[in-house]
């Protein structure tokens, strides 16, 4: 397993899978473990993937002062992954919450990043609203569904302010476009790597400004790809769109059917999808 030193001594882990064309450089949601982003349904089969455990995660060390958890500051990691492993510029992915990160790391080193990727991405770097209501007019999508009712039960529960650990645990059918053996397994396992200090830590107060942000991604030049997914209620696709919007070239595209971990619930329309976005010829 490859690692590499933090610019505070830290040492952080990565992960390879592929051997196709330039790397792409993953960051994960959470902040968590990378192992469940996995192949990205496939995408190993065309581009090399990077994946990072970032600090307090999966196989990276935990740092002594978690304070350097805090997003804004886990950009240095990002730029010195970049530094380590000898590339002049990066294709950047990230999902969910890693894209505050990847958000705050392009208005930081635009000129770092060849193209970016923002997988059914947090708004949170950049200020969107997001309200209890966007989440549940896309709930209500999935009414047809066996486990709807207990579901949304609980949805209306963590929107009236009264969330639980129960209450988070019923709403995780919400997160897949397909309630299957597949989507347990893999609740499962990311609930196993959630590590709550490094969450706070994360999310602390000063991670975020998102007037400078905003104001930095209206100037960024590089391609950005966006993809929604049709029934997630973490980033629904009309947010995504007003995401979108905050770059001067972005595409969005908003896979039918999926939820939050798009790649899981059509490995093959997302891999094409993505894939072609990064082709040279775009």
């Known amino acids: 397993m490859p690692t590499f030193a933090a610019p505070d001594g830290t040492t952080l882990a990565f992960h390879v899978s592929g051997e196709t064309g330039p790397p792409v450089l993953c960051i994960p949601g959470g902040p968590a473990a990378s192992a469940y982003l996995g192949e990205l349904g496939g995408l190993s089969a065309y581009r090399q993937l990077i994946r990072l455990d970032l600090r ?130 893999h609740q499962a396992a990311s609930d196993a790597e959630d590590n709550g200090e490094v969450m706070a830590a994360f999310a602390a107060e000063g991670a975020f400004t998102p007037d400078a942000t905003r104001k930095a991604l209206a100037d960024f030049g590089a391609p950005v790809f966006l993809l929604a997914g049709a029934v997630d209620l973490a980033a629904p696709p009309h947010v995504m769109a007003e995401y979108a919007a905050l770059f001067p ?33 775009r």
């Open 249 to 281: 070239d972005a595409e969005l595209v908003v896979q039918p059917g999926a939820g939050h971990f798009p790649w899981l619930d059509d490995e093959e329309g997302f891999t094409e999808t993505v894939a072609g976005f990064l082709t040279p010829a």
């Open 56 to 185: 307090g995660t999966g196989d990276s060390a935990t740092p002594r002062d978690l304070a350097t958890c805090r997003c804004d500051r886990m950009v240095d990691d990002i730029e010195a992954l970049r530094a380590h492993l000898g590339l002049e510029r990066v294709d950047l992915l990230a999902h969910c919450g890693g894209a505050n990160l990847a958000a705050r790391y392009a208005a930081r080193h635009p000129e770092r990043i060849s193209r970016l990727m923002l997988i059914t991405p947090s708004v949170r770097a950049v200020g969107l609203p997001l309200t209890g209501a966007d989440r549940q007019q896309i709930a209500l999508l999935r009414r047809k569904e066996p486990w709807f009712p207990e579901a949304y039960a609980a949805l209306e529960e963590i929107v009236a302010g009264r969330p639980s650990a129960e209450s988070r645990q019923a709403i995780a059918p919400f997160s897949y476009g397909r309630w299957d053996d597949v989507a347990r397994a």
